[in-house]
């Protein structure tokens, strides 16, 4: 049995078709994410635990609790159970070359590197970022913007602590160079260097909203998240990023997304990696 199936099963609650399309409505309006008819079990399963904290009887009374206002913060709590945050360092590598081997050597010298990861999830896209760019610029200026909607995994990636599984697909020489290997009780587990951890800012940002102002960036990774969005939110998310893009400046986005029909200006130099003119 799943774990949602258990946890559901075990909570006994029925998510009736018209209380998921309640959440449906919710976390597009929030998140302006669009949840599928398939991922009832997942709101189902997730959601569960939340109605027994709140000793409550039903998805519909749970929904009521959160658009009431009651318990501002109990929203925050349901997007971070509702967001899918799967993530490993160095994902879809030929990003990391191509930033590495073309982006980095036509840089214009003289001011700080600066990339957004808009979505970062637990940190290991802005962390593998940060390795390359310590690696690659040495003693050269560089700052990178680390942003997520979710706060619980903005806590994970600013504590930079993993289990060892994480360092799979981390590089031998960046592993010696930025990662320590806990001992004793930390056995099992690494940390990012210090060094790393205290060039990155991570915050919450809101694709779905209006952006705050973080300056223009010469690279901005949007990778894995439009997967959720519908066309209409997609062609606002990038519209409002496009204003934080350098002209002559990137946006990277997950090899298995498009921007067919979602914006005109930006122009294809690789599969999933665009330039603004
Ligand atoms: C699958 S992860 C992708 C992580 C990383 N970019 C990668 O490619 O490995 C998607 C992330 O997008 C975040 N997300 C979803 N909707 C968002 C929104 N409206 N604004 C900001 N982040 C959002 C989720 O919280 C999640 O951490």
């Known amino acids: 049995m799943t774990t949602a199936a258990a946890e559901r099963q075990e909570a006994g609650y029925r998510l009736l078709d018209s209380e998921f399309t309640q959440f449906q409505g919710l976390l597009y309006r929030l998140a302006g994410i669009s949840l599928s008819p398939a991922k009832k079990a997942l709101v189902c399963g997730r959601l569960a635990k939340r109605i027994k904290h709140h000793r409550l009887n039903s998805y519909g009374d749970y929904f009521q609790l959160l658009t009431s206002g009651r318990e501002p913060q109990e929203l925050q709590i349901a997007i971070d ?28 010298p003289g001011s700080a590197f600066r990339v957004w990861s808009a979505a970062c999830s637990s ?61 004793g009780r930390q056995e099992g587990t690494f940390m990012i ?57 990137h946006l990277l986005i997950g090899h298995s997304e498009s921007l067919n029909g979602v914006n005109e200006e930006l122009q294809v130099v690789a599969p999933s990696i665009y330039r603004k003119p």
């Open 81 to 108: 159970l509702l967001t899918t945050n799967e993530t490993y360092f160095f994902r879809e590598p030929k990003h990391f070359e191509f930033l590495r081997s073309r982006i980095l050597p036509a840089r214009r």
């Open 193 to 249: 260097d210090k060094r790393l951890r205290s060039k990155i800012d991570f915050r919450q940002v809101n694709l779905n909203e209006q952006l705050p102002r973080l300056g223009e960036f010469d690279v901005v990774f949007l990778r894995n998240v439009m997967i959720y969005f519908d066309v209409e939110t997609k062609r606002k998310v990038v519209q409002r990023l496009m204003a934080a893009i350098k002209p002559g400046g």
């Open 123 to 183: 940190g290991e896209e802005p962390y593998s970022i940060a390795m390359l760019l310590a690696d690659s610029l040495r003693e050269a200026p560089w700052e990178i913007v680390a942003s997520d909607i979710s706060t619980r995994v903005l806590e994970r990636a600013r504590n930079g602590h993993y289990a060892m599984e994480r360092t799979e697909h981390i590089p031998q020489d960046y592993l010696r160079a930025y990662c320590l290997k806990g001992v």
